[in-house]
T-cell receptor
């Protein structure tokens, strides 16, 4: 299995631009999680989906952030417009909705907003 | 939001020394996990503990879940440079829930 695949690995953009992060979960996993990691705030849960349905988006910072999961093998996290304070490493993780809550993480996308 | 506090936040030790990392909360968890994250990668699961008082060993790593299922510890014996990384504890609030609450993290550096 290729594991959770995230793209791009690095993204550098200017303030005000739209940013789209992509994630392909492990095949057969039906839960998907988006996290943001910074030195100051650690690993924060932004939103998670079960069976493509958003369950909890209370961690999404503000309306500039949106996430979609159009099918079981693909999810996007979009920031529009981006701001310098959005600079962080964004992780996607997947797991089985039932059974031990073991999450498998992608390698992350390092976002820098100038 | 369930808060999991880890201590210490940073730890730098010499190769061969022993260390303990703590994960504390005021909340009860149905299970607790420990992950290790290396630079440029995502966290990777080390162990899951489920029963209060449970102790699990993984080579030189010993994990313990508190009797009340509110806290956990990770003890490393004879640390090696390969143990360097960010250690994260994560709790599942209730049985059947698959979202986790991650701790604040402990960044360990083992100096050769």
């Amino acid at each position: 299995d290729a594991g959770v695949i995230q793209s791009p690995r690095h993204e550098v953009t200017e303030m005000g631009q739209e940013v789209t992060l992509r994630c392909k979960p492990i095949s057969g996993h039906n839960s998907l999680f988006w996290y943001r990691q910074t030195m100051m705030r650690g690993l924060e849960l932004l939103i998670y989906f079960n069976n493509n349905v958003p369950i909890d988006d209370s961690g999404m910072p503000e309306d500039r952030f949106s996430a979609k999961m159009p099918n079981a093998s693909f999810s996007t996290l979009k920031i529009q417009p981006s701001e310098p304070r959005d600079s962080a490493v964004y992780f996607c993780a997947s797991s089985l909705a039932h059974g031990p809550p073991i999450q498998y993480f992608g390698a992350g996308t390092r976002l820098s907003v100038l | 939001t369930q808060l999991l506090e880890q201590s210490p936040q940073f730890l730098s030790i010499q190769e061969g020394e022993n260390l303990t990392v703590y994960c504390n909360s005021s909340s009860v968890f149905s299970s607790l996990q420990w992950y290790r994250q290396e630079p440029g990668e995502g966290p990777v699961l080390l162990v899951t503990v489920v029963t209060g008082g449970e102790v699990k060993k993984l080579k030189r790593l010993t994990f313990q879940f508190g009797d009340a299922r509110k806290d956990s510890s990770l003890h490393i014996t004879a640390a090696q440079p390969g143990d360097t990384g960010l250690y994260l504890c994560a709790g599942a609030e209730q049985t059947g829930a698959n979202n986790l609450f991650f701790g604040t993290g402990t960044r360990l550096t083992v100096i050769p």
